[in-house]
């Protein structure tokens, strides 16, 4: 009996060394979001690529935190956030949120040993101002410059005001260089394509002071898209992480106003408002963590920056456009004709961050005929000339 016994546990204990291994060998890897999972912005993009990722690599299992800022957390930290997903298995941490750049330097300088993807940085960016040497981090941003040019068009081709608002987060050079690239869409479309004296489009940026309303703290962004279309502006197109422009769009559109909207970040935005959004530019970014994750995973990292471009054969494939362009069904034929002209056109090199561009304040930033460089774009000084409203956030 005792030799049976013995067996018995020797089958036991090899059952759970093999659990055991199993388990060792998942890949455990952590989200933190700066809002809510489910925001139909920003933080649910990050969310569903991280879906992504555990359906296209075996192995992988995630973990998340969602709301993580200062006033839904006072007095933690994102680094704080990232320990504790630690604790819990990560081998990775994605910080995906401009918000937690120096929380991601901090921990990724502690935990050498641990990888971390900062999702619009540039803490590695080689070329870029704010080099760092960190080997266990990677920078991942998508080229939202064409997004939002592709936002300007349809912009541009739908308002009968000559009007367009941008509601903006905060002033950085993010912000400003996507706030221009609407602007240089939607003008390139009122003169090329309507054949419109630029004097005549109207473009205003207001800036609400955060990626979503924080009562007390930002501008109201309720508020702020209400005095966009009582003033004029029919069109307005969205900079921050919320639904807030397509949503006061179907308000003031079932007062029998005609109205539009263009949300932000995520493919699914422009179901807030079917019959007022005129499409959503978006990221995907699942196929970059996916190739991030496999790397850590399989003892290739490289710390490295990259800044990802859309698929020209196809900018709304899944599995190869690292930003698309979600067209609404009430996009007009003849905004939709453009938008793809757009989109054709620059798919064969067309370039807007070409000279003769002037800053707001007069000066010239790139002469005329000269070609921005990555640099040039990423480091946006100011908004462009043509654009009314703030260059930095009060």
Do not use: C
Not at 106 to 112: D, G, L, N, S, W
Not at 314 to 332: C, E, H, K, Q, Y
Not at 369 to 376: C, L, R
């Amino acid at each position: 009996m005792r030799k049976i016994n013995r067996f018995i546990l020797v089958l036991f204990l090899a059952a759970v060394s093999t659990v055991a291994f199993g388990q060792s060998s998942n890949f455990t890897f952590g989200l933190l979001m700066v809002g809510p999972y489910n925001d139909h912005g920003w933080s649910q993009a990050n969310y569903d690529a991280t879906q992504y990722v555990v359906a296209k690599t075996p192995g992988t299992q995630m973990i998340y935190l969602d709301k993580v800022n200062p006033a839904d957390r006072p007095g933690t930290t994102a680094s704080q956030l990232a320990e504790s997903l630690v604790a819990k298995g990560a081998k990775l941490v994605i910080f995906s949120s401009d918000d937690m750049s120096d929380e991601a330097v901090k921990f990724a300088q502690a935990h050498p040993d641990i990888f971390v993807i900062m999702s619009s940085g540039d803490q590695v960016w080689k070329d870029g101002k704010n080099a760092k040497n960190i080997p266990n981090m990677v920078n991942i941003m998508g080229r939202m410059e064409y997004g939002k040019m592709i936002a300007g068009v349809a912009a541009a081709i739908t308002t009968q005001t000559g009007q367009i608002a941008y509601l903006g987060p905060l002033a950085n050079d993010e912000t400003r260089r996507l706030a221009s690239s609407v602007y240089l869409g939607a003008k390139y479309a009122w003169t090329k394509y309507l054949n419109r004296d630029i004097s005549k489009l109207k473009f205003k940026v207001t800036w609400i002071g955060y990626w979503f309303n924080i009562p007390g703290v930002t501008s109201d962004p309720t508020q702020v898209a209400d005095d966009f279309f009582n003033s004029g502006y029919d069109v307005v197109v969205s900079g921050i992480d919320t639904t807030e422009a397509v949503t006061e769009a179907v308000k003031y559109a079932a007062q029998g106003k005609r109205v539009w909207a263009i949300p932000y970040d995520y493919v699914d935005a422009i179901k807030e408002g079917n019959a007022v959004s005129l499409g959503v530019p978006y990221f995907n970014w699942g196929p970059a963590y996916v190739s991030a994750i496999k790397s850590a995973m399989t003892g290739k990292w490289t710390s490295h920056f990259e800044w990802n471009g859309p698929d020209w054969k196809n900018i709304n494939n899944p599995d190869t456009s690292a930003v698309g362009f979600n067209r609404g069904s009430v996009l007009s034929k003849p905004a939709a004709a453009g938008v793809d002209k757009f989109i054709a056109e620059l798919s064969k090199g067309l370039n807007l961050w070409k000279g003769p561009i002037v800053l707001q304040d007069g000066t010239t930033y790139l002469k005329d005929g000269v070609a921005a460089t990555d640099q040039q774009i990423w480091y946006l000084p100011q908004l462009l000339q043509g654009i009314e409203g703030q260059s930095v956030s009060k």
